[in-house]
């Protein structure tokens, strides 16, 4: 059958109904269940043998006057030719693609001219084609590297400190510390100096003061991008706090501004993030790892730690107040790097279609942290969108219902 429809019961409307009811059914006999079958052993989702793509197989089957007489054969894959054209054929004209004049060539006049429900393509799927998960993931983890490692100063922190130890100046023989002190010491010339970490920082990110060679293309719509999100982020947090249950999934407050600035990213470090980027950030990254191991081990702590409470931060606190004069605020670094990094993770992840509830949360936990660190880390204002009048924002209100 072609599809549902509905039976008048005016005179004769009934029988006649019933009469192409059993035509249709006399003239399909036992294809139906034979699809079915097919269906079952077939390597093809399941879910995309819609009521309207079995209806197209069947009239394409009978169309051409296929005979399916064996069902061991049928369960054995001996007609699969058959039915995988009938399918390919029942997509494109569900889809529209069948172009009526090819139709009106088949035998029988072309059954499928009223396969298709007319509705167009919207290239959601082509959108989705041109991001590239990896290179998101990866840009997060060279902003994750560079806010630990520069911002933070990791990276200098242990260099001198493998340098105080190879001079003498701590007292580190033999043992677990001694060993990783010694290979970050040998391995010293074979990493990636600061000059070519602080490049691929400006290429991918368009962070740092390094100098660029003259054939690399720098990501400078990156903190523009970046910049409206984080706005995005806290004119919504605004908006729902001024409404009851704002953070609700039935919330007044539109998300489509929060959405756009982030496929906006999701399309700018797609295009960045390319090339050495992604090898170089698993090295910069392993150097890192390398460095906190070393920061971290008991006989380090146990030097620097002071008589407070012994961690890696105690350690860093103290190491920058020696070799740098100050101790950074390490609690706004790590914010900007661990809720960076989430952040980073909501963009390669994002898809409008599927977004769950807690994930959208959790990313507006971690925006509103790095807004609120930001400042303490870098001792800079991050300016937000200016606050709107009540007509400005009824506007806004207007335009996203559009």
Known sequence: ???????????????AA?????????????????????????????????????????????????????????????YDEHFALAYDYAISTASGEDDPLDAARRKGGGRGFGQWDFSVDDFSEVEEQGIVKDNILAAGALDYIFEFGERLGVFNLVDALVLNWAS?????????????????????????????????????????????????????????????????????????????????????????????????????????????????AREFYAQL??????????????????????????????????????????????SLAVDGNRIFVWIANFNEASIRQEDFVNFLQAAESYILNFTNASGEEMEMRDEMTDEEEFADSENDDF
């Not at 072609?2 to 009934?14: E, H, M, P, W, Y």
């Not at 052993?41 to 069947?58: C, G, H, L, Y």
């Not at 146990?302 to 609690?331: D, M, Q």
């Open 18 to 78: 019933v009469l192409k009811l059993i035509k249709s059914v006399n003239e399909q006999g036992q294809l139906p269940a034979l699809l079915e079958i097919y269906i079952e052993n077939s390597e093809i989702d399941k879910t995309r043998f819609t009521p309207e793509v079995k209806t197209a197989m069947i009239d394409y089957l009978l169309d051409r006057g296929v005979q399916i007489e064996d069902v061991d054969k049928l369960r054995a894959g001996g």
């Open 168 to 280: 003498g100046s701590i007292d580190v023989v033999e043992g677990p510390a001694a060993a990783r002190l010694y290979r970050y010491w040998k391995l010293r010339e074979e990493r990636a100096s600061a000059e070519e970490r602080g490049m691929v920082y400006r290429r991918v990110l368009s962070k740092g003061e390094t100098e660029v060679l003259s054939r690399m293309v720098v990501n400078d719509p990156f903190p523009q991008l970046w910049h409206n999100l984080m706005a995005e982020v806290a004119e919504y947090i605004d908006k729902t706090e001024r409404v009851e249950e704002g953070m609700g999934e039935s919330s007044p407050v539109s998300r489509s501004r929060i959405y756009q600035a982030t496929r906006e990213l999701q399309y700018n470090l797609t295009e960045y993030c390319t090339g050495m980027a992604h090898v170089q």
């Open 289 to 334: 790892q390398e460095c906190f191991e070393i920061l971290k081990d008991d006989e380090i702590m146990s030097y620097f730690g002071g008589n407070r409470r012994k961690s890696l931060w105690t350690v860093i606190e103290r190491l920058s107040k020696e070799e740098f004069g100050a101790s950074p605020n390490i609690g706004a670094h790590r």
């Open 1 to 15: 059958m072609s599809g549902t429809s509905k039976i008048g019961l005016s005179n004769g409307a009934l029988e």
